[in-house]
Nanobody, 117 residues
Framework: VQLVESGGDLVQPGGSLRLSCAASGFIFSSYQMSWYRQAPGKEREWVAR????????IYTDSVKGRFTISRDNAKSTAYLQMNSLKPEDTAVYHC???????????WGQGTQVTVSS
């Protein structure tokens, strides 16, 4: 089982990034996917979640209207489109996969997003 995030970078405030989470080794289309982030010295924070079929999404208040979570089950990949980035969005972003009834949970290693001028 693998979750591999990519797309993190250094970006100026107001900029955009798209993170990807490529999955392998499990039935991706059966798993809900989430993005979390962890800033230096802070606890890991949940950011967004998408249902297994992509029909339902939910976001933490601080990113609503700026971030969009999506998935392509044919490519076994989840995405996080991040617009209007702020310095407080700086963190390591991790994707998480949770299987039916929460029986199994997988994490990626993370990708660094830095928002700074």
């Amino acid at each position: 089982v693998q979750l591999v995030e990519s797309g993190g970078d250094l970006v100026q405030p107001g900029g955009s990034l798209r993170l990807s989470c490529a999955a392998s080794g499990f039935i991706f289309s059966s798993y809900q996917m989430s993005w979390y982030r962890q800033a230096p010295g802070k606890e890991r924070e949940w950011v967004a979640r998408i249902s297994s079929d992509g029909g339902y999404t939910i976001y933490t208040d601080s990113v609503k209207g700026r971030f969009t979570i999506s998935r392509d089950n044919a490519k076994s990949t989840a995405y996080l489109q991040m617009n209007s980035l702020k310095p407080e969005d700086t963190a390591v972003y991790h994707c998480q996969a949770v299987g039916p009834w929460g029986v199994s949970t997988y994490w990626g290693q993370g990708t660094q997003v830095t928002v700074s001028s």
